[in-house]
């Protein structure tokens, strides 16, 4: 069997982490790797009493730092397929199945889920016009077609985790990863997902302004 492991990063997720983290073995998954980003809560402690591998940063570095440093967790353990994962209980632990399923059957390297070609629940309004953004400028400057660019849950294989290193800290980490997936000629393919907004997840998130931020950010980097 293929060594698949789940990578979570966790930024003061102690109200949910426990949950995800249950939900994610009753699926079959036992190796999760939650990544404390430099908590102030009862995150790490929550998560090892769930059952997963704690990796800590002693400060805030951004969640990009943090699913690289459970990526290198894996590449030193020799993992076959890493799934990055959210911790704020918006993902549906029976839809990584589907996500994988590409990279078992050996048709792609990445798959990167997308709520647009599964389902939104209660999605903002401003939430759904600043990504359907983030897809337009993908298209234009990384020059691959996709639904959904800034989704937390994907999948990789083990050719594409020793490739693929992440190189920014914070949100951009995705335009980072499908700039790589474009540089190295990887297969990619998507799988429809479901996102579920609460009140918890959006408090959680990225505010609008913070995402428009990302988005000029990459502009200028790219017209540089």
Do not use: W
């Not at 800034?150 to 951009?172: C, D, E, P, Q, V």
């Amino acid at each position: 069997m293929p060594k698949i492991l789940i990578v979570i990063p966790a930024y003061n997720e102690e109200k949910m982490i426990g949950k995800v983290i249950a939900d994610i073995k009753k699926e079959g998954y036992k190796n999760i790797v939650v990544v404390d980003d430099g908590s102030v809560d009862k995150t790490s402690e929550v998560a090892k009493k769930a059952g997963a591998t704690i990796l800590r940063h002693i400060l805030n570095l951004g969640q990009g730092a943090a699913i690289e440093t459970g990526l290198e967790y894996c590449r030193k353990i020799n993992a076959d397929i890493v799934v990055t994962y959210d911790a704020d209980g918006q993902f549906r632990a029976f839809e990584i199945k589907k996500v994988i399923q590409p990279i078992l059957d050996k048709k792609a390297d990445v798959v990167l889920g997308s709520r647009f070609l599964g389902k939104t629940v209660n999605m903002p309004f401003l939430k759904k016009l600043t990504l359907k953004g983030a897809i337009f400028f993908t298209d234009i400057f990384s020059n691959i077609k996709l639904t959904d660019t800034h989704n937390g849950f994907r999948a990789f294989s083990k050719n594409a985790l020793n490739k693929i290193f992440i190189n920014h800290s914070g949100m951009a980490h995705a335009s980072d990863i499908i700039d790589q997936i474009k540089r190295y000629n990887l297969r990619y393919q998507e799988a429809p997902v479901t996102v579920l907004y609460t009140d918890y997840s959006l408090k959680k998130g990225q505010s609008i302004l913070n995402s428009i931020k990302i988005v000029l950010d990459l502009l200028f980097e790219k017209l540089k």
